[in-house]
């Protein structure tokens, strides 16, 4: 289906930051699949005239791979564009050498981490790592000293090629650290979850115990000092890495990034009255979320709930935005879910490192039939009472239970 929409809604539709993902894209995501086939070039189209975090705060360079990597699958499937209807952002992309040198160095390989294919690798690997992470940890400096400091040698090409630009950073040598460690650490715990069929228990144990230990190292390392300033910009650091690492999942998180093509470029005039617009191509997904004490219909309904459930926490972990849905929920929707520890899959191996903004569709399908066939999933009645369901959609969702406690309101509306 192909439908003319306002530019307006593309921020509800295809949002290009993980942070701006929502209910209402996440839930359109689930049922189909959305591709902008035409509409308007971004406002800032170069480097030079998106310069601050405000206007745009996702680094340039990953417009620029996911622009090159959304070439490739145009190439791949004998696509091209038309002539004066190429993004700025695409032009000579296809040729630029620097920027698939940047792509590899940036990339964070959780199919096939470099050395770590074996159980020596990996135990190799994660030594490391743990020197590493336990330095990195012991700097507990104050902000205005790390400030001060100089960018080191072994930092300098992130700084020289402006991997993160316009992304403000205030601690090189902190972020530096922070963003490498992180991948080292994502790395190695794909590798632990390729590897674990192959490993016994105890091997499987002291590897998973060493691997969280290191995460916490990470995570709380880059909170070395508990003060506002330092927070905030640990804050920030974290997300962007969340933002590299669904970049480069396959497929990437957002909707934008797997395009299948590049949009084609239209201009404000040529739409009359100036209401810009956009046209997108909706493929509807042959999901049915129903279980054995469902219907197709309210599945649905139950899978927004759970989604409207986790986004208004988006911030947090998943596991913790579970447990505000139901207590409980997140202990046992991570057994029922193991792929969620699962970083080829989007998820990782500390629940804490996990949050909401982040959830990979895969993920998100998985929950929600986990999720469905949870015996203690509140109640239609309980989710209206948080908001999570309309009354229209929870009517005789699970049988006779409900039915009472629709009559209740029912009766309520009555004498209202």
Request: aromatic share 8%.
């Given at each position: 289906?192909?439908?003319?929409?306002?530019?307006?809604?593309?921020?509800?539709?295809?949002?290009?930051?993980?942070?701006?993902?929502?209910?209402?894209?996440?839930?359109?995501?689930?049922?189909?699949?959305?591709?902008?086939?035409?509409?308007?070039?971004?406002?800032?189209?170069?480097?030079?005239?998106?310069?601050?975090?405000?206007?745009?705060?996702?680094?340039?360079?990953?417009?620029?791979?996911?622009?090159?990597?959304?070439?490739?699958?145009?190439?791949?499937?004998?696509?091209?564009?038309?002539?004066?209807?190429?993004?700025?952002?695409?032009?000579?992309?296809?040729?630029?050498?620097?920027?698939?040198?940047?792509?590899?160095?940036?990339?964070?390989?959780?199919?096939?981490?470099?050395?770590?294919?074996?159980?020596?690798?990996?135990?190799?690997?994660?030594?490391?790592?743990?020197?590493?992470?336990?330095?990195?940890?012991?700097?507990?400096?104050?902000?205005?000293?790390?400030?001060?400091?100089?960018?080191?040698?072994?930092?300098?090409?992130?700084?020289?090629?402006?991997?993160?630009?316009?992304?403000?950073?205030?601690?090189?040598?902190?972020?530096?650290?922070?963003?490498?460690?992180?991948?080292?650490?994502?790395?190695?715990?794909?590798?632990?979850?390729?590897?674990?069929?192959?490993?016994?228990?105890?091997?499987?144990?002291?590897?998973q115990s060493r691997l969280l230990d290191t995460a916490a190292l990470v995570r709380d390392g880059?909170?070395?000092?508990?003060?506002?300033?330092?927070?905030?910009?640990?804050?920030?650091?974290?997300?962007?890495?969340?933002?590299?690492?669904?970049?480069?999942?396959?497929?990437?998180?957002?909707?934008?990034?797997?395009?299948?093509?590049?949009?084609?470029?239209?201009?404000?005039?040529?739409?009359?009255?100036?209401?810009?617009?956009?046209?997108?191509?909706?493929?509807?997904?042959?999901?049915?979320?129903?279980?054995?004490?469902?219907?197709?219909?309210?599945?649905?309904?139950?899978?927004?709930?759970?989604?409207?459930?986790?986004?208004?926490?988006?911030?947090?972990?998943?596991?913790?935005?579970?447990?505000?849905?139901a207590p409980g929920a997140g202990e046992d929707m991570y057994e029922a879910v193991p792929e969620?520890?699962?970083?080829?899959?989007?998820?990782?191996?500390?629940?804490?490192?996990?949050?909401?903004?982040?959830?990979?569709?895969?993920?998100?399908?998985?929950?929600?039939?986990?999720?469905?066939?949870?015996?203690?999933?509140?109640?239609?009645?309980?989710?209206?009472?948080?908001?999570?369901?309309?009354?229209?959609?929870?009517?005789?969702?699970?049988?006779?239970?409900?039915?009472?406690?629709?009559?209740?309101?029912?009766?309520?509306?009555?004498?209202?």
């Open positions: 289906m192909l439908l003319w929409v306002p530019e307006d809604a593309k921020q509800h539709m295809l949002p290009w930051l993980i942070q701006a993902q929502g209910t209402s894209s996440v839930t359109a995501g689930l049922a189909a699949e959305i591709n902008q086939i035409v509409g308007l070039p971004k406002v800032f189209e170069s480097s030079g005239d998106r310069s601050t975090l405000e206007t745009k705060p996702r680094p340039f360079v990953f417009d620029e791979i996911s622009a090159m990597r959304t070439g490739q699958r145009m190439q791949a499937s004998g696509m091209s564009l038309q002539p004066g209807r190429k993004p700025k952002v695409f032009e000579g992309i296809e040729k630029n050498e620097k920027l698939r040198r940047i792509a590899s160095s940036l990339e964070i390989n959780v199919h096939s981490p470099p050395g770590q294919d074996t159980l020596a690798g990996l135990t190799s690997a994660i030594s490391d790592l743990e020197k590493d992470c336990s330095v990195f940890a012991q700097d507990d400096r104050r902000l205005v000293l790390q400030k001060k400091d100089p960018v080191s040698p072994q930092h300098r090409d992130i700084f020289d090629e402006n991997l993160y630009h316009p992304f403000p950073i205030p601690i090189p040598n902190r972020f530096a650290d922070f963003m490498k460690l992180s991948k080292r650490q994502v790395e190695a715990e794909a590798a632990f979850a390729s590897l674990s069929t192959t490993l016994s228990a105890q091997e499987r144990g002291s590897i880059i909170y070395s000092k508990a003060t506002l300033e330092y927070k905030l910009w640990a804050d920030r650091f974290r997300i962007l890495f969340d933002e590299q690492r669904c970049l480069y999942l396959d497929p990437s998180v957002l909707a934008y990034d797997r395009r299948p093509y590049e949009i084609l470029a239209s201009k404000e005039e040529e739409f009359w009255p100036k209401i810009p617009m956009m046209l997108l191509e909706i493929d509807p997904l042959e999901r049915n979320f129903a279980s054995d004490i469902t219907t197709k219909e309210q599945g649905s309904a139950i899978m927004r709930g759970l989604v409207k459930g986790l986004f208004f926490h988006r911030a947090l972990s998943v596991w913790e935005a579970l447990d505000h849905v969620l520890r699962d970083p080829r899959l989007g998820g990782r191996l500390d629940p804490k490192d996990l949050k909401v903004y982040a959830l990979s569709r895969a993920l998100l399908e998985k929950l929600t039939v986990a999720y469905l066939e949870w015996p203690f999933r509140p109640s239609d009645f309980e989710m209206m009472q948080m908001g999570l369901v309309s009354p229209a959609a929870g009517l005789g969702m699970e049988g006779g239970k409900d039915e009472e406690e629709m009559d209740m309101i029912e009766e309520g509306e009555e004498k209202d």
